[in-house]
T-cell receptor, first 112, second 113 residues
Framework: ETGVTQSPTHLIKTRGQQVTLRCSSQSGHNTVSWYQQALGQGPQFIFQYYREEENGRGNFPPRFSGLQFPNYSSELNVNALELDDSALYLC???????????FGSGTRLTVV | GESVGLHLPTLSVQEGDNSIINCAYSNSASDYFIWYKQESGKGPQFIIDIRSNMDKRQGQRVTVLLNKTVKHLSLQIAATQPGDSAVYFCAEKVSGNTGKLIFGQGTTLQVKP
């Protein structure tokens, strides 16, 4: 059984650019959530996908968008990057929305 | 509003002692709580969870206690080891189907040899 894998592990982007982060869910997990974790803070919920549909969203602007594919892998897209978008982006998958979530190691995004 | 908070930012314990990490939550409608451990450079690692119809749950060396009356959650680690040093987060699941977890700020556990 494989865990949650994220790519890339580190990324540096310039303000105004766009970025795509990728996540492969744990085998058999049909639910994926994305979180943003600023340095020294707890993770903040961005959104969740269940069977390819977004079914929950946190307090993030529309320039944060996502996709979930038929194999349950997922992407997080961020447009018009701002300096404050610099953070660790975490993907978490779950067997079902009512069970515990397994997190990946994250993608460290730095916006300069 | 919804929030989950931890009582102490840093907890320092001697190796072999028991550790207790506390957490307060404000949403009485939440029905699922999880403790995560996060080591430097890694994602949060699931430790133990508890549903609101329970007040205690035990795992290997860990126990979670839930007091719904005062909206308090605690994580007890028995015989704390150097490998337990990390940041610990409690997370609260918002009721419904969004799957949203609300995390606290985290407590840093330092284990002294």
């Amino acid at each position: 059984e494989t865990g949650v894998t994220q790519s890339p592990t580190h990324l540096i982007k310039t303000r105004g650019q766009q970025v795509t982060l990728r996540c492969s869910s744990q085998s058999g997990h049909n639910t994926v959530s994305w979180y943003q974790q600023a340095l020294g803070q707890g993770p903040q919920f961005i959104f969740q996908y269940y069977r390819e549909e977004e079914n929950g969203r946190g307090n993030f602007p529309p320039r944060f968008s996502g996709l979930q594919f038929p194999n349950y892998s997922s992407e997080l897209n961020v447009n018009a990057l701002e300096l404050d978008d610099s953070a660790l982006y975490l993907c978490a998958s779950s067997l079902d929305q009512n069970y515990g979530y397994t997190f990946g190691s994250g993608t460290r995004l730095t916006v300069v | 509003g919804e929030s989950v908070g931890l009582h102490l930012p840093t907890l320092s314990v001697q190796e072999g002692d028991n550790s207790i990490i506390n957490c307060a939550y404000s949403n009485s409608a939440s029905d699922y709580f999880i403790w995560y451990k996060q080591e430097s450079g890694k994602g949060p690692q699931f430790i133990i969870d508890i549903r609101s119809n329970m007040d205690k749950r035990q795992g290997q060396r860990v126990t979670v206690l839930l007091n719904k009356t005062v909206k308090h959650l605690s994580l007890q680690i028995a015989a704390t080891q150097p490998g337990d040093s990390a940041v610990y987060f409690c997370a609260e699941k918002v009721s419904g189907n969004t799957g949203k977890l609300i995390f606290g700020q985290g407590t840093t556990l330092q284990v002294k040899p």
